[in-house]
């Protein structure tokens, strides 16, 4: 009897609600499983680093709503993306501490990775970054030069354009993704535009790099420096893969961004075609060399607010140098087939054909830097900034590019010819990307 009464009591509570049944002892439901995770296809990768948060971004190939578990000892706290099941995932990890290290872990994703917040804006520093560009079609070559910047430990990647030789080409992203996951899972990237970027009308680069409330040109604080990234192929001027455009309003905006920055702040230009570049005269062909476009923009900015340096690329070597008052860095080594500076133009400071990326710190008013090659060995090293006033953290001893003699220089300069050689010519033989590739 008494079993026949609890039951007829139970089908009584169910009849009058679920809620009822639940304030009984023993009757506590399971809570809902958390939905299943979709596996990661392309990333994580790391964008828009701003103050008090990053956005982690990744692809998957079926939709979904993507979840990142992150925290400082341990990924203790979930962020999430709203809105309706998407293959192409951001999501915003706020409220973060200034210059510290954070773990996370995409679900849907095989491992752990770390990040190293954004600085305060007015902070002094220090910051480490890394630069590098040009990677197209080596992809041999273009993980060397991934993976020793990633050994840097930066905590910012700025990146002059031409990630892959036809952006249209979603193997060709796949490949770049995977050979850039050991750096750019730990050091968020601002990339900008190249002409490379643009054969499929932007598509691609607005899918995995452009911030999706702002033009492709763009800026930000981090720290003590201030990011300008201009789009050198910008298609509204007319722009095409093999002519450049930079259109009045993105003159206009650039001189109206320096106008609101602070006098003592590092200002640094990031191109993909700079203001200058000198390619030996075997290798020139009609586009090559430095923009008149983005030259006289930079030019009539330097007026407004003292620029530090452009960074640029399109052009397959480094090369640095200062003339009429602007100073410039081609970092052009991050993969593509290698092409000779010309280092006795006048103004070119230091020049090499190699693979290559920039080294650079900075700390209160203090700049300086190093281009390494894969190998870790210093091409260059050079100071941007400097003054009285120390550092509050001190730098650690200056690098000194290694010094070889002409015979070294010239056996190293005729491998990296050969290397450049070997590869374009099986790139002409796979067909309709290496095609693209040589149309630069």
């Known amino acids: 009897m008494l079993l026949k009464a609890c039951g007829a009591l139970a089908l009584l509570l169910v009849l009058a609600g679920c809620d009822k049944l639940r304030a009984l002892p023993g009757f506590e439901p399971a809570p809902a499983p958390p939905p299943p995770s979709v596996p990661v296809a392309m990333g994580p990768w790391l964008i828009d680093p701003l103050p008090g948060r990053v956005t982690v971004a990744w692809t998957t190939l079926e939709a979904s709503l993507g979840r990142v578990w992150y925290g400082t000892a341990e990924p203790d706290r979930l962020a999430m993306e709203e809105g309706a099941p998407v293959t192409d995932h951001r999501v915003v990890l706020p409220s973060l501490q200034p210059s510290t290290q954070y773990r996370y872990r995409v679900e849907g994703g095989h491992e752990t990775a770390w990040f190293t917040s954004a600085p305060q804006p007015d902070g002094e520093g220090p910051i480490h970054v890394v630069v590098s560009g040009d990677n197209r079609t080596n992809d041999g070559d273009h993980a060397l030069v991934a993976r020793a910047a990633a050994a840097e430990r930066p905590q910012l990647a700025l990146h002059t354009g031409n990630m892959v030789a036809s952006a249209r080409e979603d193997s060709l992203w796949r490949v770049w993704f995977e050979e850039e ?78 106008r609101g920055v602070s006098p003592d702040r590092h200002v640094w230009v990031l191109v993909h075609q700079g203001p200058f570049a000198h390619p030996a005269e075997s290798d020139k062909r009609q586009g090559n060399g430095g923009s008149e476009e983005v030259r006289a923009a930079i030019a009539a900015a330097h007026k ?6 452009v960074f640029a690329g399109h052009h397959p ?104 050689r070997k590869r374009r010519k099986r790139s002409l033989d796979e067909g309709a990307s290496a095609a693209e590739n040589r149309d630069r």
């Open 304 to 309: 407004i607010h003292s620029i530090e340096a």
């Open 317 to 420: 070597f480094y090369e640095r140098g200062e003339i009429d008052g602007i100073r410039y860095l081609v970092l052009g080594g991050g993969g593509a087939p290698l092409e000779e500076p010309d280092a006795t133009f006048p103004g070119v400071q230091a020049a090499a054909s190699a693979l290559s990326y920039a080294s650079v710190e900075v700390c209160g008013c203090h700049t300086r830097g190093a281009v390494k090659d894969i190998a870790g060995k210093v091409i260059d090293a050079f100071t941007l900034a400097d003054c009285a006033k120390p550092c509050s953290v001190p730098f650690a001893p200056q690098a000194v590019a290694a010094s070889s003699g002409p015979a070294q220089s010239a056996d190293d300069s005729r491998s990296s010819r050969r290397r450049s």
């Open 181 to 258: 996951r050991d750096l750019l899972a730990h050091a968020p990237i601002v990339a900008t535009v190249g002409n490379h970027e643009i054969a499929d009308t932007g598509a691609a680069y607005a899918r995995f790099f452009q911030r999706r409330d702002r033009p492709t040109y763009a800026s930000l604080d981090y720290g003590p420096v201030h990011v300008v990234v201009l789009d050198s192929f910008e298609m509204r001027a007319g722009a095409t893969p093999h002519l450049g455009g930079i259109s009045d309003v993105q003159k206009a905006w650039f001189e109206e961004d320096l």
